[in-house]
């Protein structure tokens, strides 16, 4: 007789034999029902993976990008390898770019005309500089006396043509020069530290904002919405109030004399003026 185990059943047809494994779990779909899975967990899966891929790929470019040097930095380099004139074209550029250059970058490029014997160009870059309202300081003075005095004249220039350009803005064809003379003229303030803005008169602090305001108004650098609110010099003038407000707070005081040299000694007035432009997001940044 045959040995058959206990637990021992009969083999019907179509039942699963003992010991072969259960159905795998697709097998009790359809093949359209399979189809559709196949889709569902591809589109998953694509999902999932495009913004992976971007985020890596981007992420690895910003890398990339962040380790090569910027226009600032390999003009530095070649200036200090001596390769002046090249380092003077990419300067000359960023001036051209920025809307308050570094005087810095102005004196180099001044300095490489010189060395070259242009004049011509450095009194082309003054006057550049002169519209741009760059301000040289004992902390980064003009590059030689000489210049200085050609940049004051161009710095007047801008100022009468500024002025005409707000009187024909008024109603006033003819210029006047009684125009200078308004407040939007009194500002002294333009190459002084945030000491010397503690200290000064308020029609001086407004007038000094004032004209750093009016150059951005010329080269219509102004967002297209403020722009359109500037029609006249009273209309500049709730600005230049809001800005000298904006420093006066940056330069407030500190109650030891000593601190307060130490905080605001080397601080300059245009660069606070800079970022209160800035943070109030009233021109176009390029």
């Given amino acids: 007789m045959q040995y058959r185990p206990p637990n021992y059943r009969p083999h019907v047809q179509g039942s699963i034999p003992p010991g072969s494994p259960a159905p795998g779990l697709l097998s009790m779909f359809s093949l359209k029902t399979k189809l559709r899975l196949a889709f569902w967990?591809?589109?998953?899966?694509?999902?999932?993976a495009v913004?992976?891929?971007y985020l890596v790929f981007f992420s690895g470019l910003s890398l990339v990008m962040r380790s090569l040097p910027t226009d600032r930095e390999q003009a530095d380099q070649l200036w200090k390898e001596g390769k002046r004139a090249e380092a003077a074209v990419i300067y000359?550029?960023?001036?051209?770019?920025q809307q308050f250059p570094h005087p810095s970058m102005i004196n180099r490029v001044l300095e490489s005309y010189e060395a070259a014997g242009d004049r011509e160009q450095s009194q082309l870059l003054l006057r550049l500089a002169a519209e741009r309202g760059v301000e040289f300081s004992n902390r980064f003075p003009i590059y030689s006396p000489e210049l200085g005095e050609i940049y004051q004249e161009e710095r007047k220039r801008v100022r009468r043509?500024?002025?005409?350009?707000?009187?024909?803005?008024?109603?006033?064809?003819?210029?006047?020069?009684?125009?200078?003379?308004?407040?939007?003229?009194?500002?002294?303030l333009h190459e002084k530290t945030a000491?010397?803005?503690?200290?000064?008169?308020?029609?001086?602090?407004?007038?000094?904002?004032?004209?750093l305001l009016a150059g951005t108004q010329q080269r219509h650098l102004f967002?297209?919405?403020?722009?359109?609110?500037i029609k006249s010099v009273r209309s500049l003038q709730p600005y230049a109030m809001e800005l000298v407000d904006y420093v006066d707070k940056a330069t407030?005081?500190?109650?030891?004399?000593?601190?307060?040299?130490?905080?605001?000694?080397?601080?300059?007035?245009?660069?606070?003026?800079?970022?209160g432009i800035k943070e109030k997001g009233w021109w176009i940044e390029k």
Avoid at 41 to 48: A, D, K, S
Avoid at 223 to 229: F, R, Y
Wanted: glycine share 8%.
């Fill in 252 to 275: 407030t005081p500190l109650p030891a004399p000593a601190a307060n040299r130490e905080k605001f000694g080397d601080l300059q007035v245009q660069e606070i003026v800079e970022q």
């Fill in 51 to 53: 913004p992976l891929f």
């Fill in 223 to 229: 967002k297209p919405d403020e722009e359109g609110l």
């Fill in 92 to 97: 000359r550029a960023m001036v051209e770019e």
């Fill in 41 to 48: 967990c591809l589109t998953g899966v694509m999902v999932v």
């Fill in 161 to 188: 043509k500024q002025a005409a350009a707000m009187a024909r803005s008024e109603g006033s064809l003819k210029y006047n020069k009684a125009i200078e003379d308004q407040w939007y003229g009194k500002g002294t």
């Fill in 195 to 211: 000491l010397d803005w503690q200290i000064a008169a308020p029609e001086d602090k407004l007038g000094t904002c004032a004209d």
